[in-house]
């Protein structure tokens, strides 16, 4: 009797807790939906524009070229709360891309067209022997998902080994910024360049860095309403590493910390004082189906490996359209989904404003780390199949205007 009592009493608190909370719920899921309904509206009405970077026969400039026209980029304006309630407005965002097309390779920068002004002028200024074309989007040329289709699909996405004010191995790292010989550099991006030109004909390899810049965001699991920036962040692990080395009434000093622990603080430093993107990377490999080669799969991973350190910064793959055990798709359903959105989401160059129910894993790169996955490379990188224009562009076209993004 006492328990039932208990139960009665227990239904009646509920009853009550919800009819006073179910409102705020209510409200703030009208509020949530129609802010979403607002940006899929105003992305929709955007106009992006793709933009092909065909290199010189002669290119000696270091990473540091690229980290700049990255700089010009760093676009956080997003109107006020009220635009991004009431018209859905939403920081910019870009999409670096290196493409093979049969083991011909191929650079884009796909952008809104209110920004194409800066992102050529930018370019033309660090790289001036290049030429930048607005080109058709090659993702409308392979017919994946169609009834008709005879191509299959790979891909993934990548995530950080560890949080993000942890870096990954960079251009710096390998020396190219001191401008070396060109038959002493080591260029990271090499590998990625070489694989990408050594695939066969009927079969494409797409890579994908979508940048936007960085502001303040959950960095943490459970941390409902603490919102903060990745250099804040970077600021507490600083602090939280050098604390383990201090004893009681003392003060601790780069200088007085461990050889491998004054590198990574050294390195956390260093990171910060550039400018951050939220980023996601993709990458997709597609093929006739009988000539598709799953070892490209796994290459597109291992291919990675050589910008990751033990003691800093890595990428892994991960949300790949395959699975781990067959009974996880017993019909095959599962998998089709996988790689259908995949290839979605791709074309739409989408990751940061794409989903309701599946939110993606965001993290910060600064520019010099964006330099190092995507740069024009010099003479050290000599693919057979990689295209470079025989003609040399003096000069930027003459009063090319340089617009800024709308907020």
């Not at 390998?174 to 079969?203: A, F, R, T």
């Amino acid at each position: 009797m006492n328990l039932l009592f208990d139960f009665t009493v227990l239904g009646e608190r509920m009853a009550v807790v919800a009819f006073f909370f179910s409102p705020i719920v209510l409200g703030y899921l009208v509020v949530f939906f129609y802010r979403q309904l607002k940006q899929a509206q105003f992305i929709k009405k955007l106009d992006w524009v793709l933009l092909e970077i065909k290199l010189p026969r002669e290119l000696r400039k270091s990473p540091q070229a690229m980290e700049i026209v990255l700089a010009a980029m760093h676009q956080p304006l997003e109107g006020t709360w009220f635009t991004r309630l009431t018209e859905g407005v939403v920081r910019h965002w870009f999409s670096l891309e290196m493409v093979s097309f049969g083991g011909s390779v191929h650079f884009y920068i796909r952008t809104n067209k209110g920004a194409k002004n800066l992102i050529e002028s930018q370019i033309y200024a660090q790289y001036p022997g290049v030429e930048v074309l607005e080109v058709d989007d090659y993702t409308a040329n392979v017919p994946y998902g169609l009834p008709a289709a005879d191509w299959d699909l790979a891909g993934f996405e990548f995530q950080l080994t560890k949080e993000d004010p942890y870096p990954i191995r960079t251009y710096i790292d390998y020396g190219l910024d001191k401008n070396p010989k060109e038959e002493e550099k080591v260029d990271p991006m090499g590998s990625l360049v070489e694989l990408l030109g050594s695939i066969k004909s009927g079969e494409q390899m797409w890579f994908q860095f979508l940048i936007m810049a960085s502001k303040d965001r959950f960095m943490e699991k459970g941390a409902w309403f603490k919102k903060i920036s990745w250099t804040k962040k970077a600021q507490e692990i600083i602090k939280e590493r050098m604390s383990k080395y201090k004893e009681s009434g003392d003060k601790i000093s780069l200088t007085s910390l461990p050889p491998g622990e004054e590198d990574i603080i050294k390195a956390i430093q260093r990171s910060i004082g550039k400018f951050g993107f939220d980023t996601g990377i993709r990458a997709i490999y597609l093929g006739k189906k009988d000539i598709f080669n799953k070892a490209n799969f796994g290459a597109m991973a291992g291919v990675m490996k050589q910008f990751s350190t033990e003691n800093l910064n890595g990428f892994r793959p991960a949300h790949s359209t395959s699975i781990k055990y067959p009974w996880q798709d017993i019909f095959g359903w599962k998998i089709i989904r996988y790689k259908w959105r995949m290839f979605d989401e791709y074309r739409r160059r989408a990751y940061f404003y794409n989903s309701l129910f599946r939110q993606k894993k965001i993290f910060v790169l600064n520019t010099e780390e964006l330099a190092t996955l995507y740069h024009l490379p010099g003479q050290v990188v000599e693919t057979p199949t990689f295209e470079r224009i025989e003609s040399r562009r003096a000069e930027p076209p003459p009063n090319l205007p340089i617009d800024e993004t709308e907020s």
